[in-house]
C-alpha cells in the first residue's frame, strides 16, 4: 500500500460536533455570509450527518453538544474551545451574534469533565488555533486577538506561533492551514506536516512557516478558494472538499488517504469540514 509505504499511521480521534438543525445565514460576519441567499437547513443537516457517519466509520469518538435555536454558527464547534489534555481553553467571540455560543460550550466541556480555563481575551477557539507536536500554531488578524496567544501560552504551558492572517476570505487559521500529521518525530518535526495557503499569510508568517515546515504541502490558490484546507487529517485519513482536486492529488501523492465530503450548504456560512470539527484531547 502506497499510504503504509510512506509511513502514515492513522491516530485515533475524538471529536465534538454539533447537528446543525438550526442552521440558516441571517448575518454577516465573515465575506462568504450573504443573508439574501436562500439556505436550505436539511441539506445541511444531510451533508454534515455524512461527515459524523464518515468519522464514525473510521473508528473515531464522535460527541455530540445539543444545537441552540437562535444560534445559526453553532455548528461550526471548531471555534467552541481548544482542547488539550483535558483542559479546555474556553471561546470568548468577537461578534454579538456568536457570543452566547461561548459559554453554552464551556458548560458541555464541564459536564463532560474536562477542566475549564475561562478566557479573558477574544478567541474563537480551534478556528484559530491547531495543535502541532508541542507547538500551537495560532492565526490573528480577523478574530482571536495577540493577547488571546499569550493567555493560551499560560493556560498550556506551550510554545505559541503567532501567525498574522491577511485575507478576509481566510480570517480563521483554519481555513488557511491544515495539519496533516501532528506527531513530531525524533527529530522535531521531522514528520509533523502541515499544509497551506501561502497568500492568506503575511510575509513574516509565511517565512515561519517554511522555516519550521520545510516539508509542507503548499496548496493552489484556487484549492485554498474552495476551502480545501478546511480538512480534518487523522494523520493518515484526510476527509477534505471534493472541491480541492489538486490538493486531493498532492495529499495522494504523500501516502495521504483523502476521503471527499461536500459541505456545500456550509460553505454558505463561512464553513467546512475542519469548522464543523472540535478536536478533544484528553
Ligand atoms: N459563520 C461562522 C463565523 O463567521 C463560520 C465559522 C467557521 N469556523 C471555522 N472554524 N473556520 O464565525
Known amino acids: 500500500m502506497e499510504a503504509a509505504a510512506a509511513g502514515r499511521i492513522q491516530q485515533h480521534r475524538s471529536y465534538l460536533m454539533c447537528r446543525p438543525d438550526h442552521f440558516t445565514v441571517s448575518y454577516t460576519i465573515n465575506p462568504w ?16 450527518q455524512t461527515l459524523y457517519d464518515t468519522y464514525v466509520a473510521l473508528g473515531h469518538d464522535v460527541h455530540l453538544i445539543d444545537p441552540i435555536a437562535g444560534l445559526p454558527d453553532m455548528v461550526y464547534t471548531a471555534n467552541g ?16 451574534e456568536r457570543a452566547p455560543e461561548g459559554p453554552a460550550f464551556m458548560d458541555w466541556f464541564r459536564d463532560a469533565g474536562f477542566d475549564v480555563a475561562d478566557p479573558a ?23 482571536s486577538t495577540g493577547d488571546s496567544h499569550r493567555e493560551l501560552g499560560a493556560v498550556f504551558g506551550k510554545e505559541v506561533v503567532s501567525l498574522n492572517l491577511i485575507d478576509p476570505r481566510f480570517y480563521h487559521l483554519d481555513t488557511a492551514l491544515s495539519v ?20 492568506a499569510f503575511d510575509e513574516r508568517s509565511q517565512a ?11 496548496v493552489s ?3 485554498g478558494a474552495v476551502f480545501g484546507l478546511n480538512s480534518a487529517s487523522d494523520g493518515l485519513n484526510v476527509v477534505i472538499s471534493p ?3 489538486g490538493f486531493e ?21 463561512g464553513g467546512g469540514i475542519k469548522c464543523c470539527t472540535l478536536e478533544l484531547r484528553r
Not at 121 to 143: H, K, P, W
Request: net charge negative; aromatic share 8%; glycine share 12%.
Open 221 to 223: 490558490d484556487a484549492d
Open 208 to 218: 515561519i512557516l517554511a522555516e519550521r515546515y520545510p516539508d509542507a504541502i503548499r
Open 243 to 245: 472541491r480541492a482536486t
Open 180 to 199: 496533516l500529521d501532528p506527531v513530531e518525530g525524533p527529530g522535531g518535526a521531522e514528520r509533523a506536516n502541515i499544509a497551506y495557503l501561502e497568500h
Open 249 to 269: 492529488a498532492q495529499l495522494r501523492e504523500r501516502g495521504y488517504n483523502p476521503i471527499l465530503i461536500d459541505l456545500s450548504e456550509l460553505l454558505l456560512g
Open 33 to 48: 455570509m450573504e443573508p439574501a441567499n436562500p439556505t436550505d437547513t436539511a441539506k445541511a443537516v444531510a451533508q454534515w
Open 81 to 96: 474551545g481548544f482542547v488539550i489534555d483535558g483542559v479546555a481553553y474556553g471561546a470568548k467571540f468577537r461578534f454579538a
Open 121 to 143: 481575551e477574544v478567541n474563537e477557539g480551534e478556528g484559530d488555533f491547531l495543535l502541532v507536536g508541542d507547538t500551537i500554531l495560532a492565526g490573528t488578524g480577523f478574530r
